[in-house]
């Protein structure tokens, strides 16, 4: 093993990517076939059944109630499949074979860990794009053939840059940033939590993180609202975690616990021994 290389290289990393993909094809394949079908299914479905909704009252049109729900359904499912595939990152280190095998491999514990990260976090966004686009066009297809004329993502632009979709809630610039905080800040707990728990990761990972998230908002939100005396009731929550320069302190302590937790998991990983993992 030439874990104590000093370079550090691409054509490593594209083996052991190589190796990954040769061995989990099937489970690839099935991932995308599966999200194929229900991607497309939910096109066509909240399509055809808002257009037929005369009490709807989330948005002014059947349109835009079919925009704001694909944008909850993309959102929640993409995010939690990232996450589950984040805590898998080391799915090869899950047993005593396993790991003495993927320790044994000829590559330097940077070149393993960049490898498992583009596999299990942009290889999996990856699929995820391809089953959209495929989804999208497999739509228009059906709509050219069929005559039948169903919404899809394409169509969604100008709903999502800006348009008043539901009260007090604008999808401008600054949201889409504070919600990829967010995400960055849960996604690297499912990566540290991938790297340090052998079974169950995500479970384990889950609870931990809600716990935690739970506890720094409830700290944020008494340094908030110290001395003032409010109840704290869902507007007062939602003024105060969307408000100025302190929105900003908010996730800019998730954007340091976001790099802090990738940091450690390098850590983790780096020392990882046969029987053990050791984080100091």
């Not at 008494?222 to 975690?241: E, P």
């Amino acid at each position: 093993m030439n874990s104590t290389a000093s370079k550090f290289s691409l054509e490593r990393i594209a083996l052991l990517l190589k190796r990954d993909i040769s061995e989990n094809w099937k489970s690839i394949f099935y991932f995308f076939l599966a999200s194929y079908i229900i991607v497309l299914l939910w096109f066509c479905l909240t399509a055809y059944v808002s257009r037929y909704d005369e009490g709807l009252t989330v948005a002014t049109s059947p349109f835009g109630f079919f925009c704001y729900m694909t944008i909850l359904f993309m959102s929640f499912c993409i995010s939690a499949v990232l996450c589950f595939s984040a805590s898998r990152i080391f799915k090869p280190m899950s047993g005593r074979g396993k790991r003495i095998e993927f320790l044994m491999l000829p590559a330097t514990h940077a070149e393993k860990f960049v490898s498992r990260v583009v596999y299990s976090v942009f290889g999996t966004a990856f699929v995820l794009f391809v089953v959209f686009l495929v989804a999208e066009l497999t739509r228009i297809l059906i709509g050219a053939v069929f005559s039948v004329n169903t919404w899809g993502v394409m169509e969604m632009g100008h709903v999502v840059d800006g348009v008043m979709m539901t009260p007090n809630m604008k999808f401008d610039g600054v949201f889409w940033l504070l919600s990829l905080i967010s995400f960055v800040w849960t996604h690297s707990l499912y990566i540290l939590g991938g790297t340090y728990f052998t079974k169950h990761p995500f479970r384990k990972t889950l609870i931990l993180m809600v716990l935690f998230n739970s506890l720094l908002s409830v700290c944020f939100l008494a340094f908030r609202m110290g001395g003032q005396g409010n109840s704290l009731s869902i507007t007062t929550m939602s003024m105060v975690v969307y408000d100025g320069v302190y929105t900003w302190i908010y996730y800019t302590i998730y954007s340091i616990f976001a790099v802090v937790n990738w940091w450690l998991a390098y850590r983790l990983f780096s020392r990882s021994q046969v029987m053990e993992r050791n984080l100091f």
